[in-house]
Structures are given as structure tokens and as C-alpha cells.
């Protein structure tokens, strides 16, 4: 059975920088997307980054150009470099695996919460303003 896990949240000011990782176990990797989604109180959780198995990256348009995906295909992790923060980015963030998918995937696919069939726990990103 997979398990993904998510660290390196945690409170952090504003125009600060955080690294979260998810690190996946019990099945292969790289026959996968990932992405990443967060969820703030009382919104819904909505699309942040993913990745696909070309290492394709897609953002949300609220991080484009801040927000970093990646894959290490070898280690089974996806991180996410996560740059100039503000109180809108305060989130619990979730790391999410597709099914088995194609080597090249849409931004659409990716952003759509029913593609992933695997979901971290989450991890919460306070940003102090």
C-alpha cells in the first residue's frame, strides 16, 4: 500500500521561503504524476503545483513564478520551493499521486483533485504577516 508523507512545514514571516517534501513508499514512482494542493479555513482545497512523468511543471496562477515543483524519481520524493510568502499562502498543503498515467500529462489533468488516487496528510504552512 502507498504512503506519502509530507514535512517541512511551519510558521514563517512574510517574504520568506519554505521547502516541503513528500516522500512516497510501496509502489513505483516514476510511472506517476504528483502535484501539490492546499486547503485554507473554510475554502476549498485548490491546485497548487504538479509535476508529470516528463517532469512537465504546471502552477497555480496565485504561485506562478514563486512556487517551485520537483521529482527525484531515484529517492521517490516531490518537494516544493516555495518563495516570497505571504499571508495567502497560510494552508494546510497536501501532497497528492496520480493513477498510472502517460509519460506527458495536461495542466488540466493535473489540477483535477480526481486524478490523484493517493493523498498525503498534510502539512500545515503558516505565513506571519
Known amino acids: 500500500q502507498v504512503q506519502l508523507v509530507e514535512s517541512g512545514g511551519g510558521l514563517v514571516q512574510a517574504g520568506g521561503s519554505l521547502r516541503l517534501s513528500c516522500a512516497a513508499s510501496?509502489?513505483?514512482?516514476?510511472?506517476?504524476?504528483m502535484g501539490w494542493f492546499r486547503q485554507a479555513p473554510g475554502k476549498e482545497r485548490e491546485f497548487v503545483a504538479g509535476?508529470?512523468?516528463?517532469?512537465?511543471?504546471y502552477y497555480g496562477d496565485s504561485v506562478e513564478g514563486r512556487f517551485t515543483i520537483d521529482r527525484d524519481n531515484t529517492q521517490k520524493i516531490v518537494s516544493l520551493q516555495m518563495n516570497s510568502l505571504n499571508a495567502n499562502d497560510t494552508a494546510v498543503y497536501y501532497c497528492?499521486?496520480?493513477?498510472?498515467?502517460?509519460?506527458?500529462?495536461?495542466?488540466?489533468?493535473?489540477?483535477?483533485?480526481?486524478?490523484?488516487?493517493?493523498w498525503g496528510q498534510g502539512t500545515q504552512v503558516t505565513v506571519s504577516s
Open positions: 497528492g499521486q496520480t493513477r498510472r498515467v502517460a509519460y506527458f500529462a495536461t495542466r488540466q489533468y493535473l489540477a483535477h483533485q480526481g486524478s490523484y488516487e493517493t
Open positions: 510501496g509502489r513505483t514512482f516514476s510511472d506517476r504524476a
Open positions: 509535476i508529470s512523468r516528463s517532469g512537465e511543471r
